[in-house]
């Protein structure tokens, strides 16, 4: 019988007797006469970490399932307490690996990467800076949960954040309007506290970077994120071709989605309404959308049929929106269970089906590197990870006729500028996060300020039409990513370039495109970022001309549509 998620055990782990016994392991570890005995304890050692690992992702799903249970609110308050005591006690192990006799023969069996991640986490820590992560762990939670709390009175209902969705596309401009600025009405009664908590975060941040000897926390922040193989220049120079490619064809998209619904002037509040016979969404309500998903991964290979089998038997989807429920969405595994788990807000737009491919492809990925018997190769590094998500969503294209029928047209044209138009606000976060980590003492108003220079580099287009806090600088504050993973959000622009070049390659032969994918997927965590990316057989987006040569295949494509006949 398969045991399903509600059925997944949680306990607590006894920190005081987990690490009482990897001190244990360690001690005969550093005394090993073979790099073999070693390897053997080594298996024995993440045993104990796969178990925190599964007690912790349990608590972290069923509290942002339900943000009002209160046992699992304090289980996730008890993991942000002790993650620190949980780093420090993997630290010693990552110490004892990086400084092994044997490292060389251990380096051949378990791979270079297991070795730079641990280099990596020990640069991260060290026991002075607990307190401060301990911290920094409770902003982030202050953050989530606050966004979490609305409950929102809009057209007689009461709407959480994320059930706001379906209005931002809504044919009734006025509707659209008037959605926009209930939400940030919300936002601006708390808008002096997301400022404090974020400058809260940020001063605790910096201060754990100094403790640690780092100039400032973006050289912090870049190693907390294992950028192995790239670094701040190159980054840099990404975003410089972002402005320079990306951002007037963003600009020419815009025009046309204003000439297409019939606007004179584009406004924030229109961005999202893309037909004006209304956006393209699924026919079908959260089950059969999942229903769905079932025909088309039976259909898309026996790998991906294998998969989703696994993941509808143990239920391992919460999709719905509901009161109390945390925003966004996310796909983490579950190592005792061997469990990939998709997390998501489903609220009758597009979104519904483009999250359900897209953390079904972070899914997949987790489920067939499921067999590495290295923990830190379940998932690899965050821009990586995303290549496989963001890929998912074009190699699913041939199915969407299952969930859009009628509206498919519609879908795969607002999919494809919808994944352009993301880039120069995904750097715009980018250099935002590097401005404000570099000018730790900025004010919050000196914050905003910077937002809105950035918005007139990055997103020229954009008018707010007097909406408060919008007008101020302050769109970022929806943004969780800056608040919770600070410097992951180039990440997706990264991969997003990578998923264009298997779109490309799909249309001109997918079954080669297909198995280069399977391969990445099944490498996991093994390499780093650009590593992984000539293992797929796809060209860095570091590399100049690589954006380029993407925004063209991506223009021609988009004029091929006539748009204004959907």
């Not at 079932?294 to 391992?316: A, C, G, I, N, V």
């Not at 390659?505 to 996991?524: H, P, T």
Request: glycine share 6%.
């Amino acid at each position: 019988m398969v045991t399903t998620f509600k059925d997944y055990k949680y306990e607590r782990p006894d920190l005081g007797k987990i690490e009482t016994e990897v001190n244990a392991l360690l001690v005969e570890f550093n005394l090993a006469s073979s790099a073999d005995v070693q390897g053997e304890l080594i298996d024995q050692l993440n045993d104990y970490f796969n178990t925190m690992s599964t007690m912790e992702n349990l608590a972290y799903i069923r509290s942002s399932i339900d943000t009002n249970d209160e046992f699992y609110d304090g289980e996730r308050n008890f993991f942000d307490e002790y993650g620190p005591t949980i780093q420090e006690i993997s630290n010693k192990y990552y110490k004892a690996i990086t400084e092994s006799k044997y490292r060389d023969a251990l380096e051949e069996k378990y791979g270079r990467q297991l070795f730079e991640l641990a280099s990596n986490s020990l640069k991260s820590f060290d026991p002075k800076v607990k307190e401060l992560l301990q911290k920094e762990n409770k902003l982030d939670s202050e953050y989530s949960k606050l966004l979490a709390s609305a409950e929102i009175e809009f057209d007689g209902k009461k709407l959480n954040l994320s059930q706001f969705g379906p209005y931002s596309q809504h044919t009734d401009r006025t509707m659209r309007r008037g959605a926009s600025e209930t939400v940030q009405g919300f936002m601006g009664e708390h808008l002096e506290k997301i400022d404090q908590i974020y400058d809260d975060l940020v001063k605790t941040r910096d201060k754990i970077a100094r403790d640690l000897g780092y100039k400032d926390f973006v050289e912090l922040g870049y190693i907390r994120m294992d950028r192995i193989d790239y670094d701040r220049g190159m980054v840099d120079n990404f975003r410089k071709q972002v402005a320079e490619f990306i951002v007037p064809l963003v600009t020419e998209l815009k025009e046309r989605q204003s000439r297409r619904i019939g606007l004179d002037s584009l406004k924030s509040y229109d961005e999202n309404f893309d037909f004006l016979t209304g956006n393209a969404s699924p026919k079908g309500d959260a089950e059969e959308i999942l229903k769905n998903g079932e025909r088309m991964y039976k259909e898309l290979s026996p790998e991906t049929d294998e998969f989703y089998k696994f993941m509808r038997e143990r239920e391992l989807f919460d999709v719905e929106a509901k009161k109390g429920k945390e925003g966004g969405g996310y796909c983490t595994f579950i190592p005792d269970y061997a469990s990939p788990f998709i997390f998501s807000n489903f609220n009758g737009t597009l979104d519904d089906v483009t999250v359900l491919t897209h953390e079904a492809g972070h899914a997949f990925q987790s489920y067939m590197s499921r067999g590495y018997d290295v923990p830190e190769y379940q998932f690899p590094t965050l821009e990586s990870a995303e290549i496989h998500s963001m890929s998912m969503e074009y190699f699913t294209y041939p199915w969407m006729e299952l969930f859009f029928k009628e509206d498919t047209d519609k879908f795969k044209f607002s999919h494809m500028t919808g994944d352009i138009t993301f880039l120069p606000y995904g750097v715009a976060i980018d250099e935002f996060q590097h401005i404000i980590y570099e000018n730790p003492e900025f004010t919050p108003e000196e914050r905003r300020q910077e937002w809105k220079k950035l918005e007139e580099k990055y997103l020229p287009h954009r008018d707010y039409d007097g909406i408060e806090p919008l007008e101020s600088g302050a769109l970022w504050h929806r943004q969780g990513h800056v608040f919770s993973v600070p410097f992951y959000y180039i990440d997706y622009t990264l991969a997003q370039v990578c998923a264009l070049q298997f779109w490309k390659r799909a249309n001109e032969d997918f079954e080669e495109a297909w198995k280069d994918y399977i391969n990445l997927c099944r490498l996991g965590g093994t390499l780093p970022f650009n590593s992984l990316v000539e293992a797929a057989n796809l060209r860095s987006p570091f590399e100049d001309g690589c954006l380029e040569s993407v925004v063209g295949e991506v223009r021609d494509y988009l004029n091929s549509i006539d748009d204004k006949s959907l």
